[in-house]
């Protein structure tokens, strides 16, 4: 029996070791630190203050005994309030361009744009509420909050179209569960929410420099009181042409209350030289509800600079009818922001 058992270990511990030796394993990370402020028009009174974000990488990667291949990892993000996970991922290479997806945050997501920009976008350094430009940046609109699909623990199926783009579709079975805060073999993992799918399109179209991106989510009846599905599309287009890229985005938001929140945005970039990028954008947001009195807009402006180890950008944006209401009158913001990958 000792020397069954002892057969035992030595075959796992040469499985595991047959494992490791084909796997490649990989840690990269990053580190920003921001300064902010906000002055705000009709309330009279300004904020400002310290922010920080840190993020680890771990990926492994390999050939399965079938002939395929696969790529792994997680991320940990600690940032000035949420520590914890932000995102996992297990992806199988079926075949050359075919890629089968699990986890979450980790596939091609409707939640940034392909309008460009030097630093940080328009919803991230603003906070916009209900009806502001973040519908231009974010998934579905639930709740007050723009959340992507791929956020939540799901199933993605992507596939390379022969040098145009590619084209995900991706599958949330419950719009509840995101990552990180679920355990494992649990039925507590499912519950009665609702699912969500994503559908999009991102490529060149065989013409250099130029970006599409196209794509669609959908939330079935939206809560689990609602008879009604949810849905947000999306189109943009960027085109990069020496120093200069443009690109302008859209983006429509149907809502469980039969109200739309319709958005747009346009930017320009140009790098001035090797290391400093100059940008300008626009937003505007427009709410159907009968509570919203005025499109709200936003126009930003951005440097960056890199310092080889380390990247700086100063920001500057200016809210008008904060929350597509006029009676919030405008307000500004400025952030600098210092970070570095490693």
Request: proline share 1%.
């Amino acid at each position: 029996m000792k020397s069954k058992l002892l057969l035992s270990s030595a075959l796992i511990s040469g499985l595991a070791l047959a494992g490791s030796a084909v796997a490649e394993t990989k840690i990269s990370g990053n580190l920003d630190i921001s300064l902010g402020s906000r002055s705000a028009d009709v309330v009279k009174n300004s904020s400002n203050g310290f922010g920080s974000e840190t993020q680890i990488n771990v990926s492994n990667s390999g050939d399965l005994n079938n002939g395929m291949s696969y790529t792994a990892g997680f991320s940990l993000e600690s940032d000035t309030t949420t520590d914890g996970f932000e995102g996992v991922h297990l992806n199988i290479n079926l075949a050359e361009g075919s890629m089968l997806h699990f986890g979450n945050d980790k596939f091609p997501a409707l939640d940034g744009t392909v309008t460009p920009k030097v630093s940080v976008a328009a919803d991230t350094m603003t906070g916009v509420g209900a009806s502001g430009a973040t519908a231009a940046q974010r998934g579905l609109y639930r709740d007050g909050t723009y959340i992507d699909t791929v956020e939540k623990q799901g199933v993605g199926f992507l596939q390379d179209l022969g040098g145009i783009g590619n084209v995900g579709i991706y599958y949330a079975p419950s719009m509840s569960v995101g990552g990180g805060t679920q355990g494992n073999d649990t039925v507590n993992n499912s519950n009665s929410d609702n699912s969500s799918t994503h559908i999009q399109f991102k490529g060149n179209l065989g013409v250099e420099g130029l970006t599409v991106l196209i794509g669609e989510e959908k939330l079935d009846n939206a809560s689990l009181a609602a008879t009604t599905d949810e849905k947000s599309r999306q189109y943009g287009f960027s085109y990069n042409f020496g120093q200069f890229a443009i690109g302008a985005t859209g983006m429509k938001h149907e809502l469980d209350d039969n109200t739309e929140i319709k958005t747009k945005e346009a930017g320009i970039t140009f790098a001035a030289t090797d290391n400093l990028s100059l940008g300008i954008s626009y937003h505007e947001s427009d709410d159907s509800a009968s509570t919203s009195t005025a499109d709200e807009e936003i126009t930003m402006v951005q440097a960056g600079y890199n310092l080889g180890g380390v990247y700086v950008s100063l920001n500057f944006a200016q809210v008008e009818n904060r929350d597509g209401l006029s009676a919030n009158g405008d307000d500004d913001y400025a952030l600098l922001r210092l970070g570095t990958k490693f």
